[in-house]
């Protein structure tokens, strides 16, 4: 059998892509020289939290994730990031290719959590191959790629910033139940609201009434605003 060996060399934010996506740069060496007619390859993408450390602040936005800083010892586990696919064309013993991997905004995602909390620095990445390669000098044989190929990466965070930036810039993204979105809608429209940040707004603001606006505290509390 071929012996395949992979690493990741980079990391980059398409810019051009219609939605959140990052393209990690992966090479490719087959062992001895070896001709690859091609590689249909699968990679699995974990986040490695244990494999860094926090500032304070990132470990109060972790705190849903992992729990208190005391039980990270044991709460501190990998976290799913994507899990993709690429056909790598032939070659012969060594090749570059890129991995693209669409990303989400959604902070129900715990990847996307772990991620948003982050400060500076660089995310440890570990990615798990396996596949099929299709292989041979005078002829053609399939072969399977092993389980235990594996490559580790640290992707720096700025990376992630740029990529949501480029499609959220100054925003957030949350993903609401149907009803919900539903009951928001006719809120906005039943006071005709401009935007979904005023509509919002509008609901924070009578949600939390002032302590110190005796009358708002009152409105609140009777619906009137007759003595």
């Given at each position: 059998?071929?012996a395949?060996s992979?690493?990741?060399?980079?990391?980059r934010?398409?810019q051009y892509?219609?939605g959140?996506?990052?393209?990690?740069?992966l090479r490719?060496?087959a062992a001895d020289?070896?001709?690859?007619?091609?590689l249909?390859l699968?990679?699995?993408?974990?986040?490695?939290p244990?494999r860094?450390g926090?500032?304070?602040?990132?470990?109060d936005?972790l705190a849903d994730l992992?729990?208190e800083?005391?039980?990270?010892?044991?709460?501190?586990?990998?976290?799913q990031?994507a899990q993709v696919?690429?056909?790598?064309?032939?070659?012969t013993g060594?090749?570059?290719?890129?991995l693209?991997v669409?990303?989400?905004?959604d902070?129900?995602?715990?990847?996307?959590?772990?991620?948003?909390?982050?400060?500076?620095?660089?995310?440890?990445?570990l990615?798990?191959?396996?596949?099929?390669?299709?292989t041979?000098?005078?002829?053609f044989?399939?072969e399977p790629v092993?389980?235990?190929?594996e490559?580790a990466?640290r992707?720096p965070?700025t990376?992630?910033?740029?990529m949501?930036?480029?499609?959220?810039?100054?925003c957030?993204?949350i993903r609401?139940p149907?009803?919900?979105?539903?009951?928001?809608?006719?809120?906005r429209s039943?006071?005709?609201?401009p935007?979904?940040?005023?509509?919002?707004?509008?609901?924070?603001e009578?949600?939390?009434?002032p302590?110190?606006?005796?009358?708002?505290?009152?409105?609140?509390?009777?619906?009137?605003t007759?003595?």
């Amino acid at each position: 059998m071929t012996a395949f060996s992979f690493a990741c060399t980079g990391v980059r934010a398409d810019q051009y892509a219609a939605g959140p996506t990052l393209v990690f740069r992966l090479r490719v060496t087959a062992a001895d020289n070896a001709r690859v007619h091609a590689l249909a390859l699968r990679c699995q993408i974990r986040i490695e939290p244990a494999r860094r450390g926090y500032e304070p602040a990132e470990a109060d936005g972790l705190a849903d994730l992992f729990g208190e800083r005391s039980r990270w010892g044991s709460t501190l586990q990998p976290v799913q990031f994507a899990q993709v696919s690429v056909m790598v064309p032939s070659f012969t013993g060594e090749i570059e290719t890129d991995l693209v991997v669409p990303c989400t905004y959604d902070m129900d995602i715990a990847a996307t959590r772990y991620l948003t909390a982050l400060t500076d620095g660089e995310v440890p990445l570990l990615m798990l191959f396996s596949g099929t390669a299709f292989t041979g000098t005078g002829g053609f044989q399939v072969e399977p790629v092993p389980w235990d190929r594996e490559a580790a990466f640290r992707m720096p965070v700025t990376a992630w910033r740029e990529m949501v930036e480029q499609h959220f810039p100054g925003c957030g993204w949350i993903r609401l139940p149907r009803d919900t979105m539903d009951a928001l809608l006719a809120y906005r429209s039943r006071h005709a609201l401009p935007s979904w940040e005023a509509t919002v707004a509008a609901l924070l603001e009578g949600a939390d009434p002032p302590a110190h606006d005796p009358l708002r505290a009152l409105t609140a509390t009777t619906g009137r605003t007759d003595p």
